[in-house]
Structures are given as C-alpha cells and as structure tokens.
C-alpha cells in the first residue's frame, strides 16, 4: 500500500525494514491500526497548525512518531524503535511506547528549554482498569527516572490524551486513575496527575497550543496547555539517542 512507502520514504529505508507484515493486504489498510494512525496524524496536524500562528505559545522542535527507528535490524522492540523502553522494576516489566512525541519549548523561554509532550491517542479500545493503567505506571516510571533528559534532552514532559471516543466518561475513568497517585508512597509518583493533559481530537482543531481545551490531570475545569514551569535552563546527562538538527 502507499501508505508504506511513504512512511519508507520518510524513515530512509527499505519497505521490507518497516515494521510491519510484508503480506498485508488492501484490507488490513482499513483496519483499527491503520484509522489510529490516521487519528495520530490529524492530533501531529493541528499542533502543527497552531505552531505557525503568530501568537503561539510555543514552538515545535521535533516531532517523533512511534515507528522511528533507530536500529531498524534489531529484534527487541526497544532497541529497534526510538520511543519504545523497556522498564523493569521490582521484578515487574513495563513497556513505554507513546503513539507520537512532540519536543516544543515555550516561545517567551530559552529555545532549548525543550519539554517532551507524549501523545495518546485514545479511541476508547483499551480498558480502564488494564490497558490504561499500565500505560500510566510506564510514565511514572519514566517519569522517576527522568528519561525525557537522559534520551530526549528535554527539561520536563507532559502526556497528552487525546481522546476520539464519548469524550467525559472516558476522561471521568482517566481521572479516576490519576486519583490513585495523589496518595502515593513516592512523592515523585504524586507528579503524575499534574503531567497528564486530557482533550478531545475534535477539540483540537480550536487550537492545542492556545485554546483551553486540556483537562489538567484530576481537574474538571479546562485551560491551554502550559509549558512554563518547565521552562528553565538544566544540565542534560549522557545517554542521548536524539540529535537535533541545527536550527
């Protein structure tokens, strides 16, 4: 399918190095995997759109999608692709793998003061007490680590949950998931509700970058989303996987 060859054309490989089946069939093109992509590229468009406006509030870096590769020959997953972690801890694995991530800086703040803004586009597939609630534990983990400096040389992040289902029962259940971090034992796993962001990709359209649009963490008011706290100048650690190109 075109669609292939196009992502082939982007990444600078071969279609037979994508990750996907090499069998694949008209069909499969209009399969749930294939409409989310979409519904990612409509969320990355929008962003990109109010990036260009005159009063934005920031500017756009970067923009990663989740089949970036790295090491397009290497088997794990983790290793192969530029957004997946694999995260161990107390035994347990927990996999981080965002449908796209934007590096934006506020455009009143120092141009590298870059925070890495995950998105998660929700089509409401996922269950709540399973698919959703691992996702949350991996940015929490990731989060306590702070791989956004180590791999993304970014001085914070944020999770955007952009939600292409009945839009307040499905961010009512997400909240109710954030609630269980407020009384966390880790103070560091207590950040986690004030990190996620929640919208709907209709809403998108008015603006993501200026329309208050974004529910913040447990809130039930919406505003715009905000980078200013994380605006300010760090030192960055080694281990970086991402090299920016010169502005």
Known sequence: ?????????????????????????????????WRHELRVTDCLISFG???????????????????????????QHHEKFLLSERLEENGRVHFHRPDA?????????????????????????????????????????????????????AVGMRVLFVLDCPTMRRANSLQAELRRYETHDDPVARQL????????LEDLERSPLCAPVWRAGTSR?????????DVRRTSHSGGVRVQHPAQ
């Open 1 to 33: 399918p075109e669609g292939f060859f196009f992502i082939a054309r982007r990444l600078g490989v071969d279609v037979v190095d994508l990750p996907f089946s090499r069998r694949i069939s008209e069909k499969k093109t209009q399969s749930p995997f």
């Open 221 to 229: 008011t919406t505003g715009p989303l905000v980078l200013q706290q």
């Open 101 to 153: 991530c934007l590096l934006l800086s506020a455009n009143h703040g120092p141009a590298d003061a870059l925070v890495a803004a995950f998105i998660e586009l929700d089509r409401g597939t996922e269950s709540v007490s399973r698919r959703l609630r691992q996702k949350l534990e991996a940015y929490r983990i990731y989060n306590s680590r702070r791989l956004f400096d180590l791999q993304l040389r």
């Open 193 to 200: 509700p004030s990190l996620v962001r929640i919208a709907s």
């Open 49 to 75: 759109l109010a990036a260009k406006k005159d009063d934005a509030p920031a500017s756009i870096h970067r923009v990663i999608r989740e089949w970036e590769m790295v090491k397009p020959r290497a088997r």
